[in-house]
């Protein structure tokens, strides 16, 4: 199986577990990249993380799923968290914290256990929704195809702090310029009553918990 330890900068690496699952639950989307009649891809998707495992969906009809289930991909969560400015164009550096992990995709298939699923990825990106809008029906969790991959074979990489260069002489701006993402105001559909208030937890997320 393919290892996780850096190749450049082997000091940024690390397999604590702690660590990458705050860079993983703080993350909003991962990369799964996977090989398909001999070519390379990937996809961008949302995902939530049970103990040591994170899972994904997608429609029963997706070609990406029937492209990864039971084959080992390789995935990704990535922040950028700041521009780190150095005297040249190419002394400069990102302060970065990423996770990466090589896993087979195991398809779940208990009608119970993709039920969970549904609930925690639904809460995990706005929690309080599912008991405002309801649960999924069996239906709807029967046409969605849902994997778990484990991080057994995952590490993280970190890269923060400043220049780390002798500035003294230095006549150029040298820094670190802060990266966040946060989410917005809410936007109100226009087919909805005028009437119809932003629900309690929205407003919590957007300008209480909100940042990600």
């Given amino acids: ?14 397999e604590d577990k702690s660590t990458m699952y705050q860079i993983i639950d703080e993350g909003l989307y991962c990369t799964v990249a ?19 495992e994170i899972y994904i969906h997608a429609s029963s009809k997706s070609g990406f799923m029937d492209a990864i289930i039971g084959q080992e991909v390789s995935f990704s969560v990535t922040h950028m968290d ?29 009608p119970k256990e993709k039920l969970k699923f549904f609930n925690l990825f639904t809460e995990r990106y706005c929690p309080g929704r599912i008991a405002d809008v309801g649960e999924p029906a ?18 993280a990489k970190i890269r923060v702090g400043d220049v780390n260069m ?21 936007k109100k559909d226009d087919q909805l009553p005028e009437s119809l208030e932003l629900p309690a937890y929205i407003e919590k997320l957007t300008h209480g918990s909100g940042t990600a």
């Fill in 34 to 52: 996977f090989l398909r009649e001999g070519r390379a891809h990937q996809i961008p998707t949302g995902y939530c993380r049970v103990e040591n």
């Fill in 1 to 14: 199986m393919v290892k996780t330890t850096p190749s450049r900068y082997p000091s940024r690496g690390t």
């Fill in 82 to 110: 700041g521009l780190v400015l150095s005297p040249s164009a190419f002394d400069s550096s990102f302060n970065y914290r990423s996770v990466i992990g090589f896993a087979r995709a195991i398809e779940l298939t208990d």
């Fill in 166 to 186: 002798n500035l003294k002489n230095e006549k150029s701006w040298c820094g670190v310029i802060p990266v966040e993402t946060k989410y917005g105001a809410p």
């Fill in 138 to 155: 069996p239906d709807q969790v029967s046409i969605t195809k849902i994997v778990r991959l484990s991080l057994d074979n995952a590490a």
